[in-house]
């Protein structure tokens, strides 16, 4: 009597968790943004050896680039970063989540 008292139990136990989700509701609604960088602000840096780097920020109408990865050449790295605001009208909305 005790195990078939158990049995039902775990089949009550697995039958009540197979229902638990999301409810079906529907994903969260998304959002396309195309957000400029600011040209003032892009750069990049450089390790030209274990403990020297050079650093480059700001870009002229000539020169619109920043550089990153490994030179095959000289065997430096480069790492490039971007200057751009995430909120404003043609932003990402306030109440959105990034993942």
Do not use: H
């Not at 400029?36 to 990049?44: E, K």
């Not at 680039?65 to 909305?93: K, M, N, Q």
Request: aromatic share 6%; with cysteine.
């Amino acid at each position: 009597m005790k195990r078939a008292l158990l049995a039902a139990m775990m089949v009550w136990i697995v039958i009540s968790l197979t229902g638990c989700g999301n409810g079906g509701s529907s994903p969260p609604p998304t959002s396309v943004s195309q957000i400029l960088s600011d040209p003032a602000f892009d750069g990049d840096i450089e390790q030209t050896s274990p403990t020297s780097f050079t650093i480059t920020q700001g870009m002229s109408a000539t020169v619109q680039s920043v550089f990153a990865g490994i030179d095959p050449v000289s065997l430096t790295e480069s790492r490039a970063f971007l200057d751009f605001p995430l909120g404003g009208p043609a932003g990402v909305p306030a109440n959105a989540v990034i993942a």
